[in-house]
């Protein structure tokens, strides 16, 4: 926790095995769209849109047990989902520029972030761009400088701080394809990026651990965020 906080950033390495990976790996590879849809590349990237609804390939990934022991510890409880991308970098994607990922909440900094990123490295390679202590700037201050260079090692993740700046280094031609999952999570009394409350419905909800329900928005922040006609949400899956 105090490298986090100092930083930003902590990579937790080796969560993933070969056979995970591959398995995983293998489950999304038919839904990966054609190259094009995806707003922050063109032909070079490749992306699963509604993967809940589509596959159960990532659920363990959300709920990791490692990964939500610090997200008990950076977020309030009853903390939500608020964005699930599965991504397939090919060779010559382009870099992908310095921002943080809680920004878009109207709130002026420097502020505790209001949501955290988890990314998970599939293959080898992966390499982002941090700016350690960004997380700490405020709202006027922008990256004048270059990022550090941060490698993943194949089945890591690192937890980024939705304040951190950061980015993503281009892939060059001759570079093998790299998959990420990245799981968003936010406040309990935000707005989450993608409304899983419509999408994937409550019969893949009631697919998913009670947790992940909790994430998805079956859940109440006190004393009454979130209900449904007066109740609880949870009953909407009896």
Known sequence: MSRLHRDGYLVLPGLLAAGGRRRIRAELAPLLMPAGRDPFSSRHTRQVFGVLHNTRAVDALLDHQYVVALLDRLLLPNFLLSKLDVIERCPGAAARPPHADDD?????RPRPALSVAVTWALDAGTSLLLWPGSHRWPSARRPDEPGVPLTLPPGSCV?????????????PPA?????????????????????????????????LSRR?????????HPPDTGLVDGMHPQRLLA
Do not use: D
């Not at 394809?177 to 409550?202: D, K, N, V």
């Open 104 to 108: 878009h909440y109207p709130i002026p």
């Open 159 to 171: 937890i980024i701080l939705g304040t951190l700046w950061h980015g993503i280094a281009a892939l």
């Open 212 to 220: 992940v329900r909790r994430m998805l928005g079956y859940s109440v």
């Open 175 to 207: 570079a093998a394809p790299e998959l990420t999952i990245t799981a968003q999570y936010c406040e309990p009394w935000l707005r989450t990026r993608e409304a899983f409350t419509l999408s994937p419905g409550r019969e893949v909800a009631r697919q």
